[in-house]
């Protein structure tokens, strides 16, 4: 611990630094897992079983993508907030308070992060030869059964890449996360809001060494996703 | 009584010119298909099968296989029906033992691999060797074997196949014909089969059906369309 943070002060980062991105990671992982949860079996639907409540859902689902995240941000407010309805229910009934709370900043990169991961397993999905689940059902598999062994396994590679695209979308919210989550040193400051406080307060290698690091993450993840084979014939 | 008889009362728009009323011969159990390309032969393999939802009434020995006894649509998932495919559509995530076990394994709830009698059929399409293999690295002919050995795992009451040895060289066609005639016979198995082929034709079947723009122009033995040898010969 004492090396690792010799290190960090040896590039520009203090130790409010450090906690900022032990919280990033942690925030952008459980919001993926979130999101992977809520979104995979929308995203089949929306794929397999398209009607005409397909377009609203997609729309409804990609608006974070094209909204300012402000927007975002105050709409979680005003749904979640503690004079908000579904905000009190959740406090009275669970004690869960989301706002100035790193639960709300994994909600708030949640919802930021959603469209990415949907739109991606949608296409995914779509990708899946809808021959080979109607032989499988031929072969005597139900519903779920086609989804275990044919449809999810074949847009498995699909399905990692939109993970990592909604890590590193999560990973860099900002304006959503301030909104709902503040940006408090320590409790629920991100490593974006803590490269906002460095620029803003004019500390320079700080800035540098936080903006490098959210870069290489957001990189590599992204090679790796470039390298998944999602293009092939399935 | 007839093995297999099928009405069709479709409107489909995917087939607009299908529109059959067959029954099959007790003549043969199994029964060619043969027309030009674009008859409408697949087409009337994925009627029977229930893969195109239709009104389509699918009798095996005397039996309703599409609808229940109270007359509830019977999902595809129960129908018994063993399909053969021209492009094979084996599993590409699956290796060959995934596939060939596939149906045999969800259906029985038991893993066949290893089964005595999945050993034999397999043995029988002399198919043992290609277990281990991932189905990237099977050829045409042996990817066509391992759809035959999954269609036949699945103990069908019905087989349906379309071009089912296609990619297989003329010598070696014949014999797994053989191979799958056996078993057929050995097992009750009523088969539709799809070929270009004159002699597989005569070769295997029974009966045939001439169909083109989707509909029963002619019917009858092998030898009212082919001759003794052949439509050439």
Known sequence: MIRLMSIAESIGLNGSDLTAIVLSTFVAFSASILVGLTATPLAWFVAKRPNRFSGPIVALASLPLVMPPTVTGYALLSVFGRNALLGRILERSFGVVLVFHWS???????????????????????????????????????EFAVFRRITLPLALHGLTVAFLLGFVRALGDFGATLMVAGNIPGRTQTAALALYDAATLGEAARARALAALLGVVALVALWFAGRTPVNREI | MPHIMFRSEIRHRVTPLFDVDLTLSTESRITALYGPSGAGKTTALKLVSGWIPSATAVYVEGTRIDRDESSATVPLNQRKVGMVFQNDLLFPHLDAAGNATFARRYLSKERVYGDPEFAELVGRFGAAHLMGKPVKALSGGERQRIGLIRALASRPKLLLCDEPVGAIDRAGRFSLLDRLREHAEAEGIVMLLITHDPDEIRHMAGHVWHIDSGRLIAEGPPERFFGAFGPNG
């Open chain 1, 104 to 142: 709300g900043a994994i909600l708030a990169s949640a919802v930021s992060s959603f469209p990415l991961y949907f739109l991606t397993a949608r296409s995914a999905f779509a990708r899946v030869n809808p021959d080979y689940e109607q032989a499988a059902r031929l072969m005597g598999c139900r």
